[in-house]
C-alpha cells in the first residue's frame, strides 16, 4: 500500500524545501524526497536579495537567519579590471525591511527550512533518489529507493521538480 500525498517535491535543496514548508504551512500534504542524507555543506549560493528576504519572512525563516548572516548594504559588481558598478541598498529603505544584500552559506537556510519543516506534517525522505515517475489519472506514483536498492512508492496529486540540473522529474515530463 503506498501513502497519498497532495504533494510530492523532489529535491531538498532551498527551493524544494521553501516549496514545502509554504505548502505545509497551508495544511497541504507534502512529501519530499532528497537524495542525498543530508543538506550540501560545500559553499553553494550564498547571496539573498530583499525580495527573497521579504518572501522567506512570511514563513518566519527570515528572523531566524539574520542573526546568523552578514548585511551588506553596498551591493558591487567587479571583473577583473575592478569596480562596475556599485549599488547603495540603503536607498531602498522606504520599500523594504531589508535594504541590503544577505550573505549566508546556502546550507544555513536550508537546515532552518528543515527546522520548520520537522514542526509540520510533512514527510521528509533524505538519502532516497527518486528513480520513477508514472503520471495516472488523477495523480503520479513516485518511486524511490535508499542506499540499500530498498524501494518504495508514494502517490501525489502533484509533483514539484526541484531536483536540480539532472531532473528526474523534468525529464520525464520531456522538459
Not at 508514494?154 to 531532473?167: C, E, K, L
Amino acid at each position: 500500500m503506498t501513502n497519498m500525498y497532495d504533494v510530492a517535491v523532489v529535491g531538498g535543496g532551498p527551493v524544494g524545501l521553501t516549496t514545502a514548508l509554504c505548502l505545509a504551512r497551508q495544511g497541504i500534504a507534502v512529501a519530499l524526497i532528497e537524495a542525498e542524507e543530508e543538506t550540501a555543506k560545500e559553499q553553494r549560493g550564498a547571496a539573498f536579495h530583499p525580495p527573497t528576504l521579504e518572501m522567506l519572512g512570511t514563513l518566519g525563516i527570515t528572523q531566524k537567519i539574520l542573526p546568523i548572516g552578514v548585511q551588506i548594504p553596498i551591493w558591487q559588481i567587479r571583473d577583473r579590471k575592478g569596480l562596475i558598478a556599485e549599488f547603495d541598498l540603503a536607498l531602498l529603505h522606504a520599500e523594504t525591511a531589508y535594504p541590503f544584500r544577505f550573505h549566508l552559506p546556502q546550507h544555513l537556510l536550508s537546515d532552518a527550512l528543515i527546522e520548520d519543516l520537522k514542526q509540520t506534517r510533512t514527510h521528509l525522505h533524505f538519502g532516497k533518489q527518486v528513480t520513477h515517475l508514472v503520471e495516472k489519472s488523477d495523480h503520479v506514483e513516485v518511486e524511490f529507493s535508499d542506499s540499500d536498492n530498498a524501494r518504495q512508492t508514494i502517490r501525489a496529486r502533484w509533483v514539484v521538480g526541484a531536483d536540480g540540473a539532472h531532473s528526474i522529474v523534468r525529464k520525464t515530463c520531456g522538459i
